[in-house]
């Protein structure tokens, strides 16, 4: 079809749904929150049919930057937000959700090349999933947790995973690519991760997210036999298993455990199963001193610490491919014990117990360090590296508490200073690895 017909189409069909949800809302009297899913779901299944209209991917791009400049027009300009917008604005809280829905269409489309099984799934957990766990979560939630600077529901997040496992299993289905346990393995791995990934999301982050974990996740799956599958299942369920068991014995809430959960699956997807052990050992840790100080009911976490513990860890299992296996998990393990180095110095601070600089947390940094590389090759000049990875670690983390005091009311600042800083010493890690 020629791209600025197809666009002409979609864009008809989108004011079609746009005024459609307005008229149906009116006559029926149906709430703002449920305004808002019928226009989410309507753009998401008009979205999920690119594949068929489009050749190319300019014409989505054009969309995407249309439907981003309406929605944003129609939200500054009073009589269009009560009318045709009343679709989506109906509902007080802010959501930048609506503002990242085409981009993230658009971007997906472009990164799918053709692949459209991979491509419609997405969308679909998207438009589908997501707007069934919401109504679910608004009709029938009642237990409750904590993330982001709201509130999700346990009801809301098993719908969403019911409806992500059928998102999911019916295109990789059609597609001819997945069948049998390894289409029952992949769709149910799918699932959960996009649930978690949901569960840990705030102000409609989930809807750029969501439609890139589950098209990258299935691509790292496609060549996956039903063994590695299997395992994969298996670590999933058993870290989603263990925030749960843990979750009343924590300084997290519920989204920052999800966000815990999802980046030891990460590491294990991206470098492996070792490169889970630093992360695991950090937050065994800080069960431990949440214990031992008596922090339960005194700090609140989110998802900001992962980030930051993220920040350290993650890039670089994504980059053993090019590595090496010993120089990615050493630099893991340099950015999980220096961050945890960090964090126990941190905790000091708070509690205001002397000397603020942790020698024990730099105890517990080299016995992190020293379990997560020893797989690899330890060798002399192995462990010389480390260990000047960690003597780095050390003045970042003089640095980082120094700098810290500029964040003072803001844990997201915090958090990104902390992880800006552990990449250093990983970084001179892995490049005196690289180099020697």
């Not at 002397?354 to 020698?359: C, E, Y």
Request: a positive charge.
């Amino acid at each position: 079809m020629n791209g600025w017909l197809g666009i002409a189409g979609v864009v008809a069909a989108l004011a079609a749904a746009l005024g459609g949800g307005r008229w149906v809302s009116d006559r029926l009297g149906l709430s703002a929150e449920l305004s808002r899913k019928w226009v989410h779901v309507a753009m998401g299944v008009i979205c999920a049919g690119f594949p068929w209209v489009f050749a190319e991917s300019w014409p989505v791009w054009v969309l995407a930057g249309l439907a981003t400049l309406g929605l944003v027009v129609v939200r500054v300009v009073p009589g269009l937000r009560a009318g045709v917008g009343a679709g989506l604005h109906g509902v007080e809280r802010w959501s930048v959700g609506e503002l990242l829905f085409a981009p993230a269409v658009a971007l997906v489309f472009e990164l799918a090349d053709g692949a459209s099984e991979r491509y419609v799934a997405a969308i679909l957990v998207l438009a589908l999933a997501d707007a069934a766990g919401a109504l679910a979560g608004t009709r029938w939630g009642k237990a409750r947790y904590r993330s982001g600077t709201g509130w999700k529901s346990v009801e809301g997040s098993v719908v969403f995973l019911a409806v992500a496992v059928g998102c999911v299993a019916v295109p990789l289905h059609l597609g001819g690519d997945f069948a049998g346990w390894r289409l029952v393995l992949a769709a149910m791995i799918l699932g959960l991760f996009a649930t978690a990934v949901e569960g840990a999301s705030d102000k409609g982050g989930d809807n750029l997210l969501l439609p890139l974990t589950v098209f990258f996740l299935i691509g790292k799956m496609a060549d996956v036999a039903v063994g590695g599958l299997v395992l994969r299942f298996g670590v999933l369920v058993g870290l989603l298993g263990m925030v749960a068991g843990v979750s009343r014995m924590t300084t997290l809430g519920g989204g920052g455990l999800l966000a815990a959960a999802l980046l030891g699956y990460g590491l294990a997807v991206l470098g492996g199963t070792w490169f889970v052990v630093p992360v695991l050992m950090i937050f065994g840790i800080h069960l431990v001193t949440t214990w031992r100080r008596g922090l339960l009911g005194r700090v609140q976490h989110g998802r900001e610490p992962v980030l930051g513990v993220a920040m350290g860890t993650l890039p670089w299992a994504a980059a053993k491919p090019w590595l090496g296996a010993d120089a990615a998990l050493a630099g893991c393990a340099v950015g999980a014990a220096v961050m945890l180095w960090i964090m126990q110095g941190g905790t000091r601070r708070y509690l205001g117990v002397s000397p603020t600089w942790s020698v024990w947390g730099g105890v517990q940094a080299l016995i992190v360090a020293a379990v997560a590389v020893f797989p690899g090759t330890p060798g002399g000049m192995v462990w010389m590296l480390v260990g000047a990875g960690l003597l780095a670690g050390g003045v970042a983390g003089v640095v980082a508490l120094r700098l810290e005091e500029l964040w003072r009311g803001s844990e997201r600042g915090l958090w990104l200073t902390r992880g800006v800083w552990v990449s250093l010493p990983a970084g001179i890690t892995v490049a005196l690895m690289t180099w020697m």
